[in-house]
């Protein structure tokens, strides 16, 4: 492997979001404590999604997962993009690094991202209320899988877009929904049946779901299988973005 060569990419990518972290870093943050100070103050006393769980309580680590989705997904889409319409992509090409090394610097980059947005919308909660951690290990491990799964999901996203607007499209009606109807400002067992059933085929759901049981110890669904759940649609974005790279889909034309 070339460990140069990915270190080199995977720093460009960092020090590329680096850069503008007034519009990478700090405006997610406040966003996500726009949607809390709003959802907090309308549903707040109003809606209890777990017992003994005030409702601002259970919504920040939705936010925060929320945050880690849309980031990971922004970063490494949007930097493929941008590389592709100004067409410094060819520089990437002529290097000596495999899709395999590619991949891992854009994913990377993207988790990096995710992370430091999620930690920063965490942060910035506890001003207005103390959240539980019952299973460190399970919010660290949601946070890292789905990063990754939204990095690589990205990748898959600059690959395919040839315009701006067409990755916006892939973001406004694919990634938006997903993430807004995954339980982020609700519990699943509060919608009726047919809806709750609908849920279970929205992957971000495990991803929001798992995370806050490592909150409260408290989940709409086993967090075992919602593990296992993100765990496979990693494996299943990792392979596809492995092979559109390998086969230079859109890249090399």
Request: aromatic residues 16%; charged residues 10%; positive net charge.
């Amino acid at each position: 492997m070339n460990l140069i060569g990915f270190y080199t990419l995977f720093y460009k990518e960092v020090l590329r979001f680096g850069k503008v972290l007034l519009q990478t870093l700090i405006a997610p943050v406040i966003t996500a404590l726009l949607y809390l100070l709003v959802f907090g103050q309308v549903f707040e006393g109003r809606v209890q999604a777990f017992p003994g769980v005030s409702y601002t309580m259970f919504l920040i680590p939705g936010l925060v997962m929320m945050s880690v989705i849309q980031n990971a997904f922004a970063n490494s889409s949007s930097s493929l993009i941008q590389s592709k319409v100004t067409g410094n992509i060819v520089f990437m090409l002529l290097t000596p690094l495999s899709h395999l090394e590619f991949f891992l610097a854009f994913v990377l980059a993207a988790v990096v991202r995710a992370v430091l947005v999620g930690v920063g919308v965490y942060l910035v909660a506890l001003v207005f209320t103390a959240v539980p951690v019952k299973h460190p290990g399970f919010i660290l491990l949601f946070m890292l899988l789905s990063s990754a799964s939204l990095g690589a999901l990205g990748v898959i996203a600059g690959v395919w877009a040839e315009k701006f607007d067409q990755l916006a499209g892939f973001q406004n009606f694919i990634i938006l929904p997903l993430s807004f109807l995954s339980g982020v400002f609700y519990s699943i067992h509060s919608l009726p049946v047919f809806w709750q059933k609908l849920s279970h085929f929205n992957p971000f759901f495990y991803m929001i779901d798992g995370f806050r049981y490592g909150f409260f110890g408290v989940s709409d669904v086993v967090p075992s299988h919602s593990l296992v759940i993100v765990a496979l649609f990693l494996a299943v974005l990792s392979s596809v973005t492995l092979l559109l790279l390998g086969s230079g889909y859109k890249l090399r034309d």
